[in-house]
């Protein structure tokens, strides 16, 4: 299993004999903390008194002439304090320290694995490549991320450690296969494949958002070209017209009167719009929200099959950088992860991996029992198990998906235009017929 990532805490209590103990545990929230927490006092029967989380604080202190600034780990800034004032040095000021840092670009990321890997090529040592890229990276943040890598390296951590400390910037997937590169016997081929692996995910998502950028554009001007002109313009007419006529026209009549229900309940629409919208999100950002959102898109017509083979060639992708490595479980429950799919990763979390342990279930079986995988997936990997090359098939497979999702994202978005092509024009249809329609009303002569 994957090693687990998070803060540490403290934790206080009190045994039944009334002493005070403690203990030292890691998790990624507070909430995580306190549950595992009470889970540990429950068991060693202890009374639960505090749960700290540590920080960083940011120390600027004096010993003679000379001034020390530096970022301390700790449960509270008077540890600080106490631990610079016993070392004898004077202290100047202590303060939270707040590390933020972003995300690298995608091309500076990609750039950076690439040429690592045309160094190593060269029969550069590992450091080296470091130090070198290091000293020659633009963004900011993947600098800064490498030096701390180096200095991990040197202080005796875990080279996969030290690549996953660094999820934040390089993106949680990317730092814990670079971390497996780092200790595999393949290095040079394992950081091309993840060099690959980070640029399809970055042209999946700038396919994905230019294919919403027009339909949304578009939406949103249709939409507010029919407001205006029936909410509006439509009834300004109608109101100075209306003294000439005795009668207006079925279509006319019927949008006057839409108009005036939308402005009577114009509030009650934009809340009932807003809340929905609000709503959703919220519920979308919940496991169970999540699960079932990416289960229904799935289902979705023509769409859903371009998100589901992404999902497989995400899978198939990181199952082939990872799987040599020795920890197959592992690696299926990362590539799980990586698939950007939380219904296929459950699926894999608690049938597939499960059937694995339990019963022996074959890699193939288990697969097929997800209810996610295509028939040629599951018949390919079934072959595979036979002959021993899963890595080989899941990078085939992941090949195969990504010249199919190509070729897919673009019909998608040919088929979008064309779907935007008709509905803009029965939009105009309509408001060429009803501005006709008004131009043709019969006026009294009396």
């Known amino acids: 299993m994957p090693p687990q990532s998070g803060t540490e805490y403290r934790i206080q209590g009190k045994d039944p004999k009334g002493k005070l103990v403690q203990g030292y545990i890691t998790a990624t929230s507070y909430l995580a903390a306190r549950k595992k927490a009470r889970s540990i006092a429950s ?15 940011a120390y600027r202190v004096r010993r003679g002439n000379k001034v020390v600034e530096g970022v301390q780990g700790a449960y509270s800034r008077q540890e600080v304090v106490s631990a610079l004032n016993r070392l004898g040095f004077e202290v100047r000021s202590v303060r939270r320290h707040y590390d933020i840092r972003f995300q690298a670009s995608t091309n500076e990321l990609v750039s950076f694995i690439s040429v690592s ?3 190593l090529e060269q029969e550069l040592p590992y450091s080296e490549v ?45 730092a814990v296969m670079l971390g497996i590169a780092s200790k595999s016997g393949d290095m040079k081929a394992i950081f091309r494949s993840v060099a690959h692996f980070v640029e399809r995910q970055a042209d999946f998502k700038k396919g994905l958002i230019s294919s919403l950028i027009l339909p949304g554009v578009t939406s949103v001007a249709l939409i507010g070209a029919i407001l205006f002109y029936v909410v509006y313009l439509l009834p300004q007419m109608a109101a100075l017209m209306a003294p000439m006529t005795s009668s207006l026209p079925p279509l006319t009549a ?3 009167e839409i108009s005036a229900w939308v402005k009577d309940h114009l509030a009650l629409i934009v809340a009932t719009i807003v809340i929905s919208m609000v709503s959703f999100y919220a519920y979308i950002l919940t496991t169970r929200g ?44 990362r590539a799980a992860e990586s698939s950007r799919n939380r219904f296929l990763e459950t699926q894999i979390k608690t049938v597939a991996i499960p059937t694995m342990l339990k019963y022996g279930t074959e890699l193939p079986k288990a697969l097929e029992w997800t209810n996610f995988f295509p028939e040629m997936v599951i018949s390919r990997f ?35 235009e064309v779907g935007i092509s008709v509905v803009i024009m029965f939009t105009m249809i309509f408001l060429t017929f009803l501005s006709s329609e008004t131009a043709t009303l019969k006026l009294n002569t009396h």
């Open 117 to 119: 890997a045309t160094l």
């Open 254 to 256: 019927t949008t006057l």
């Open 43 to 57: 068991t060693q029967r202890w009374t639960l008194v505090s749960i700290r989380k540590k920080k960083n604080f």
């Open 130 to 174: 470091l130090r070198i890229m290091s000293n020659n990276l633009r963004d900011k943040n993947l600098r800064r991320a490498v030096r701390d890598i180096i200095n991990d390296l040197k202080n005796g951590v875990d080279s996969r450690d030290a690549f996953e400390r660094q999820g934040k910037v390089l993106g949680r997937d990317t």
């Open 290 to 333: 999540r699960l079932m959102f990416d289960r229904f898109l799935i289902r979705v017509p023509y769409i859903g099959r371009v998100l589901r083979n992404s999902s497989v060639e995400m899978f198939c992708r990181v199952l082939g950088i990872t799987y040599a490595a020795g920890e197959n479980i592992d690696a299926i429950q």
């Open 382 to 416: 079934r072959t595979a198990a036979e002959t021993g090359t899963v890595k080989a098939t899941a990078t085939q497979l992941a090949d195969f998906y990504e010249m199919e999702n190509r070729y897919a994202m673009k019909n998608l978005i040919s088929f979008i």
